[in-house]
């Protein structure tokens, strides 16, 4: 966690990891919350994106509702360590691949890059999974797909920032 | 979704404007007055196809740390386990995946001793075996938003 953020920010920024208030001035409605003029909210916010606390801002989007229905997890064992940057990033060039990434493989867990697909359909999905494999010559792959949605939510990181609890 | 809408959505999937009328700004882009853009934006929230409208934080940015997780749990018991791992409000996802490793959720937490810690409770709440700590090594992409085509656009 880091030490710069003050309280203050933290109270802030609860305001903006939920649905900004629909108003046609919601920072105005922020800052009226917070105590802030809406100037100075509007800078804080600005700078929160400057130093990255946030990755963007903006809508987020539920997926199937877009028209994107499917999605799978592509896991793909690539045991050559010194070729693993390559073909993650081969993987992610795909537009269908949303998230890529290297994690641990174990014991009876040979998989090693991980790539969210999304496509209309799990057979869509598939194929182009296929495709992927066949751009980097990784026969050893599978694609997970979920069954049931047991949560998904966005992390509420200021309900329980140090110094701001019971707010 | 029509394609003023589509227009709309791609705009604010990663820009929406950080300022006093944000919807002026929005309205401009798509040839729309302030009020018909807020009421057109207004309708995707309450409609859904928004599920969302503000920053989307980074938990690496704000000096946390997230991890994807997984259980291989016998199949009759996947809800029980779901429910116990859903408590936690550092799990933001939670799903069960056909494979032999059933049920795959993300942690975030301030640091590394309470993912230690989290994940060391729900294995001995759970009693169905360890949870499997996957957390990143390299990461090349993350994609924040889907273009959509207009019907009539470029």
Redesign the interface.
Known sequence: MKKEITPRDADIMAHLQGTLPMTLTPFADIATKVGLTEEEVIAKVRDYGEKKYYRRFGATLRHQKAGFRANGMGIWSVPDQASRKEIGEKLASFIEVSHAYERPSFEGWPYHLFTMIHGQTEQEVRDIARRMSEAVGIDKYDVLFSIREFKKTSMQYFDHWPGREGK | ?DDVDKKI?NM?????P??????QSIGAVVGLS??DA?NR??A??D?????????????R????TST?C?MKVPSGR?EEA??V??EY???????????E?NL??TL?A??EETVSATLGEIESRCGMGPV?N?????????????Q?KEAGGD
């Open positions: 979704m959505l604010i999937q990663t820009g929406f950080v300022e006093s009328h944000p919807y302030e009020e807020f934006v207004k995707m929230v409609s859904g196809v928004i599920r969302r409208l503000g920053a989307s934080f980074d938990s940015g704000l000096g946390w994807l997984a996947i779901a429910a791992v859903g409000p550092g799990v933001t996802h939670n799903y069960e995946r056909a494979h490793f795959w959720f975030i301030p640091d499997y996957m957390p990143m090594i390299q990461k090349f992409k993350i994609k924040v938003d889907f959509f």
